[in-house]
């Protein structure tokens, strides 16, 4: 019977461990990173506040061109801060009322009281996004780029990857 109890509560522990881990290990949801304000420099104020992944102003007064800010589908969840709670960090398409797609790294802290965006880093222009990860707070974003030089009407054919960390609060490229 001992035995049994000792099972029992070995068990009992292990799973107040995961779910505590589980907890540790969300991020957010993707419809927080869809309706909260990022920083970013192609609007006028510096900051897009999306309403369900999109953010759109006048390119200039009196325009009908517009800038456009729209949440990626591409991101990841791991602990960037190294506060032992998991953060995340996603890929912000802006359109400026021209011909180019750009693309950003926008990282979200979970902090006390909700998520909170650092300023986005610009990653390029009509680039494709492979892949976005983290691991022992490095971000590394994998994309498909041009070679220098080349027209932006050339499709992306070279591999590259980058990786990012927060220094003094802000993003940057390691």
Do not use: W
């Given at each position: 019977m001992k035995k049994s109890n000792s099972v029992r509560l070995l068990v009992l522990t292990a799973v107040v461990f995961l779910l505590v881990a589980a907890g540790c290990t969300t991020g957010f949801d993707k419809s927080t990173l869809a309706n909260m304000e990022y920083i970013?420099?192609?609007?006028e104020?510096?900051?897009a506040d999306l309403v369900n992944g999109v953010y759109e102003e006048a390119a200039a007064a009196g325009s009908v061109s517009k800038i456009i800010v729209r949440l990626d589908d591409s991101g990841a969840i791991g602990d960037i801060d190294g506060d032992g709670i998991s953060d995340s960090a996603v890929i912000l398409q802006a359109e400026g009322g021209g011909s180019g797609t750009f693309l950003y790294l926008a990282v979200v802290l979970n902090q006390t009281g909700g998520p909170a965006a650092l300023e986005a880093v610009f990653l390029g222009d009509r680039i494709l996004i492979e892949r976005v990860g983290i691991s022992e707070g490095v971000i590394q974003v994998d994309i498909i780029d041009r070679k220098n030089g080349e027209s932006m009407s050339v499709s992306p054919s070279?591999?590259?990857?980058l990786f990012f960390q927060l220094v003094n609060g802000a993003v940057v490229e390691k």
């Open positions: 970013i420099d192609i609007t104020s510096g900051r070279v591999k590259k990857e």
